[in-house]
């Protein structure tokens, strides 16, 4: 059984890594229960999943794609399924930080391949990728993607 914390450590750990994000996407964020905790903390943050059912939360019923118009700060994804390498190639074409909690891949891999894969890739894409671990019961490693300051020319890791 999932952790029911998970939502909340998770978005303590987003704002905490990233203090200065404002807009979120939270994708495949199924029915809003990790938007309800990052709005709760201050910030404003958009839902993309094609479920229709959800908490009363900003929300677009739509598979989030790379051509996603960019107007966040910061890419999160809480056992986001198919949509997790769309995270990272996201965010490396968009300079954003992300942070991911993977669960399952969407080519077969293993979980620990899994998530090797996911740091080279966004390695490679030229994110500086980090893995920490919320103190839940479940998957509970994530993957932090920073864009790297002197990738997006300033001073400070985006």
Known sequence: MADPRRFELFADLAT??????????????????????LTARGLEVTTFDR?????DVRYAQRLFTLDEPCTCD????????GATRVIVEYAARHRRPFAIV?????????????????????QQLGLRV???????????????????????GSSAPR
């Not at 479920?51 to 908490?55: E, G, L, P, S, T």
């Not at 993977?102 to 966004?122: I, V």
């Not at 919320?134 to 993607?145: H, I, T, Y």
């Open 16 to 37: 905490t890594r990233f203090p200065s994000a404002r807009t979120v996407f939270d994708i495949a964020g199924g029915m809003g229960k990790l938007n309800l905790a």
């Open 51 to 55: 479920r229709w059912k959800h908490a």
């Open 74 to 81: 910061l890419l999160v994804g809480m056992h986001p399924d």
């Open 102 to 122: 993977p669960c399952c891949s969407d080519n077969g891999m293993s979980y620990k391949p899994w998530m090797r894969h996911l740091a080279e890739l966004g």
């Open 130 to 152: 980090t893995e920490t671990t919320l103190p839940m019961a479940g998957r509970a490693r994530v993957l932090v993607g920073e864009v790297p300051a002197e990738a997006d």
